[in-house]
């Protein structure tokens, strides 16, 4: 063989080996990383294998929201309109468009006691917004007319004013 | 009327490009024909300014009668950020995306009379072809010149408030000199391909423009990351959204693209897989435009869906690209020149380098596209996160670190062993370095210790070569000085990184008035409530002293906003801003008896990050006045070319 083919030889099996080995990666970590959705009904179905990071959503049940007096955590409640109805519990700071009857995705696991724990609650920063995995959910439910509640009550902080 | 002008324009301007792209691909050798493109171009970007004027006064007149101004624009918004609401939507960010278009090929004009005619006016065809893509985009799926007569509400829908900022002013323009500025070296690799003049003198032409696309990206993405860390409120600057990653890829594609020219430009090779590469950028562009506009990701800033849209865009990227990779498959091989060089070389630290970023490139393509992939196989729903970003951009920015680390010590063609002493002293020095500061930090992990060991001997290796160069009297070549700043704002970049990925402290609290936390040696206390009145919005104004042990105690103001007209609630983060440190404080919600939500961060180096990506861009910059570059003509770039040629036949 001449050294110009074998050279070129050489340089595409190395390129070979290099994206079926990157390819091979890609698929391995991605698989260990990625986070599956659950719509409310599958969640109440109890398919969420316990103990593993998913993504569940729905839409915040009016009325639903606790938040503690003592310290940062929230408990509140998801569904669809359609009779599937979930706890989830949160500690930290929601998002600004966090409301009743909003839509939101919640990320974090099931616990034995099927309360859903969540380490992040995502909202869209924009009025409109639907997350995408809502919007089969929210096809549904056009007639269902949520109306969004403010985050603030501007009455709640009137008191402290410097 | 003004609307109307400005629309009548916009199809003028694609007339105009049609015309240009005919004649520019026309193969004619009728020099008054060659003439008519540069004059179209001329005019094309005359009357796309004009258009986009148009729309700028719309806004500035609170025209609410114009659907586009109605649904981004409120009459109280100050008038500055009423002139950056052109661009705060899909519609008018594509028409901005169309002046850029036409003033890179207006800028291309200025610089014509340095290339061969045949061979600039197919680079022109080329670019008015595209362009003509991109305002039968505007005109046919989105106009923003639509009117609401005579249903013309009396107020705008304001515009959403995370974009009534300083970000929205600079970062989307210089974001798209980025985006749109990688269509030049497409149209230099298609012309060239054409043209079939792909040589060192190709190269150096293509670098200039290359250069100063991949800096005004930088900048822009870097804008963009700083925007979202004082304007989100979560206190993160690179959340691995799609729309990040939708600009990251072509920026990944044109930084590999600025190393593979050079090698290109002074050894006369790789230029299959610099064509390629130049092609891949400005593809990656477009499905960054694609992934923007079509909405088919869920991200935090793409805009309203739309399939029609998304279609368009497919459809034309599936033009550009498979009409671009259908010439290079006929006449990329033609290129071929067999030039040996051996491992120790600059050449193999370059293909590194590229297989580095390509390799980055994919990671990133793939997180961001299987989701997509898997709904459309499974028809369930998944979402790939930080991790696995991660769990690929920490070895390979390291590997990517070591070689850059050498680099300057190589020669081209071949390197003897013994002239990388010097590294291994830089590396010596490097390592104590590491160990030092592994014993002040106490981190968390190896990785930060061999990321910032691994800045400080990039910074060392290059001050080495630096110091050398400036020995031996020579004066430094702009290029040089520009790939020393790049290579430098690299290392601040990974060291910053490295710093506030793990170093930082991060925590909500529930903090009632005079109730006091600590925070990395600061006693933040919350003051309280005030309320404060915006031109447009009312806010809630969180009050907190921050006491550090040794200097002096501050005040940082957190703002939760309430805007008027879409009545809708925006964080405003408390910063205070440092080369060494920010402290970043912002409010949640409001909780039971005055007490609120409040999130506390502490963040060492963040800046670095940004800065050294601005330093990145600055090098950018600085490369293109080399003198290579500005003072050549053709006739002068004929002659290097055949010297390059005989070089590599050598």
Known sequence: MNPKRKQRLYLTVFLLVVSAGVTGLLILVSGENMNMFYPPADVVAGKIPPDQKVRAGGMVLEGSVMRSDTSLAVEFQLTDHQGAIFDVAFSGILPDLFREGQGILVEGTMDAQGVFQAEEVLAKHDENYMPPELLDIEMGTQSQAYKALPSIDPRAAKGDSL | MIPELGHFSLVLAGSLSLFAAVIGLSNTRNSMLQRSVVSMTVGQFALALLSFSALVWS???????????????????????????????????????????????????????????????????????????????????????????????????????????????????????????????????????????????????????????????????????????????????????????????????????????????????????????????????????????????????????DPERGMYILIFLALVVGGSLTLYALRAGQNSTQVAYNFLSREFFMLINNLILIVALAVVLWGTMAPIGYEAITGGRISIGTPFFNKFFVPLGLVLAIALAILPLLNWKRTRVEALRPAVFSLLVATVFTVFIWFVLDPTSVVVAAAVGLGTWVVLSHGVDLFKRLRKGTTLPMAYIGMTLAHLGFSVCIIGIAITATQSEESDVRMAPQDSVMLAQQQVTFLGVVEVQGPNYSAQQGVFLVEPESSGSYELRAEKRRYFAGNNVMTEAGIQAGVLADTYISLGEPLTNGAWAVRLHYKPLVRWVWLGALLMAFGGFVAIFDRRYTSLRVRDAKSTKTAAEALTQT
């Open chain 2, 59 to 305: 806004f500035a007149t609170d025209d609410f009668s114009v659907a586009y101004v109605a649904n981004n624009s409120n009459s109280l918004m100050p008038w500055y950020y009423k002139v950056s609401a052109t661009w705060g939507g899909h519609e008018g960010s594509f028409l901005l995306w169309i002046l850029i278009m036409s003033g890179w090929m207006l800028a291309l004009t200025l610089r014509g009379h340095q290339y061969p005619t045949s061979f600039f006016t197919k680079v022109l065809g080329i670019m008015a072809l595209l362009n003509l893509g991109f305002i039968c985009f505007s005109l046919f799926t989105s106009n923003p010149f639509i009117r609401l007569i005579p249903m013309t509400p009396i107020d705008g829908a304001d515009l959403n408030p995370l974009l009534q900022d300083f970000g929205l002013i600079v970062h989307p323009p210089l974001l798209y000199m980025g985006y749109v500025g990688l269509a030049v070296p497409f149209a230099f690799a298609v012309a060239g391909l054409l043209e079939e003049q792909v040589d060192s003198a190709w190269a150096r032409w293509s670098r200039t423009w290359t250069n100063m696309a991949w800096a005004f990206l930088t900048a822009g993405i870097t804008l963009g990351s700083w925007w979202a860390y004082y304007e989100l409120g979560w206190g993160g600057w690179w959340f691995w959204d799609p729309v990040e990653n939708a600009s990251f890829m072509p920026w990944l594609a044109a930084t590999a693209l600025v190393h593979s020219l050079s090698v290109t430009e002074k050894r006369g090779t790789f230029k299959s897989w610099t064509l390629l590469l130049a092609i891949t950028g400005f593809s990656f562009s477009l499905l960054g435009a694609f992934i923007v506009r079509s909405g088919v990701l869920t991200s935090v800033h793409s805009f309203a869906v």
